[in-house]
């Protein structure tokens, strides 16, 4: 519940957000934010953007990769940007 109401104080401010997941962050306030934007569409998040253009200049994909090669606790400890990587370590 905490993570919803900073989530909602924000009102759609990227770093508020940001802090937000930083201090609150669960699978709970995943799966919650998963329902309502992704799953059900309770709530609307602004102008949906055209990201055609990413995809169409996507990487090649590699060969020989095996994804069981990521799984585990991932660790963000330093970011490129100032305005949302400043905060505490993070699990991913």
Do not use: H, I, M
Request: a positive charge; one cysteine or more.
């Amino acid at each position: 519940l905490k993570g919803v109401t900073c989530l909602g104080n924000c009102r759609g401010e990227q770093e508020c957000a940001t802090r937000c997941f930083a201090r609150f962050g669960s699978e709970k306030l995943n799966d919650w934010l998963s329902c309502t934007l992704e799953e059900k569409k309770c709530v609307v998040t602004g102008v949906k953007q055209d990201t055609s253009a990413f995809y169409a200049t996507a990487p090649q994909r590699l060969s020989n990769f095996d994804r069981k090669a990521l799984e585990g606790k991932w660790w963000k400890v330093r970011g490129y940007n100032a305005k949302y990587d400043c905060f505490p370590c993070q699990v991913n």
